[in-house]
Structures are given as C-alpha cells and as structure tokens.
C-alpha cells in the first residue's frame, strides 16, 4: 500500500524558516511510480496550487511565488522528499501536500495535473 506522510509543519512568525518532509513507502515499482515528488499547498478558500517538484535525476521546478525561498531536494535512498522554507510570509500559510506520480508528472504543466498518490497534509501557518 502507497503511503506518503508529510511531517515538519507548524507555526512560525514572518521570516521565519520550516522544513517539511514527506515520507514515501508502499506499492511496486516505487522507483517508477515515484520518479516525480512534488509539493504542493491549499489556503482556506483557495484553490490548491503547486509550490515545486524535483523528479528522480534532481530537476525542479517551483512557483514564482516561492523562488529564491523554498528549495526541494529527495534522498531516494531514504525515500525522502524535503521541502526548505525560508523567508516564510502570511501568504505562504495553508495545508502543505506531498505528490507523487511517474516522471511524465514532472512536465511543464506539472502544477496543473492530478498525481495519482497524495500524502494527508501538514499545516503551515505564518503569522505576520
């Protein structure tokens, strides 16, 4: 059974730094079911939207919003997926998922498809 569990959340004032992981286990063919990781975040009463990916050769991508603030790494020894946040603002606050799917996900429209695995969420909350 696939899971991803996301851990790292909480609350921080504006400025501030957190790091996210997400735990991938589970299923067959992990190396190709797993092959695109991707972060991404909903606010209450906004649609969800992509914060960044990184496919299993280390390529990225992330949102405008978050460049130059957040970087994405994997261990894939670990099955890891890291998310570092620094220059945390309020807008940055919502529910914080991990995704993931094979490496055609890591695409240029990535921030727009529907993985096909989904972790249950972390709560970011940045207070100004």
């Known amino acids: 059974q696939v899971q991803l569990v996301e851990s790292g959340g909480g609350s921080v004032q504006a400025g501030g730094s957190l790091r996210l992981s997400c735990a991938v286990s589970?299923?067959?063919?992990?190396?190709?079911?797993?092959?695109?990781l991707a972060w991404f975040r909903q606010a209450p009463g906004k649609e969800r939207e992509g914060v960044a990916y990184?496919?299993?050769?280390?390529?990225?991508d992330s949102a405008d919003s978050v460049k130059g603030r957040f970087t994405i790494s994997r261990d894939n020894a670990k099955n890891t997926l890291l998310l570092q946040m620094n220059s945390l603002k309020p807008e940055d606050t919502g529910m914080y998922y991990c995704?993931?799917?094979?490496?055609?996900?890591?695409?240029?429209?990535?921030?727009?498809?529907?993985?096909?695995?989904w972790g249950q969420g972390t709560q970011v909350t940045v207070s100004s």
């Open positions: 990184v496919d299993r050769y280390s390529n990225t």
């Open positions: 995704a993931a799917g094979p490496l055609s996900f890591c695409t240029r429209d990535w921030s727009r498809l529907i993985f096909p695995y």
């Open positions: 589970g299923g067959t063919y992990m190396p190709y079911n797993f092959a695109c």
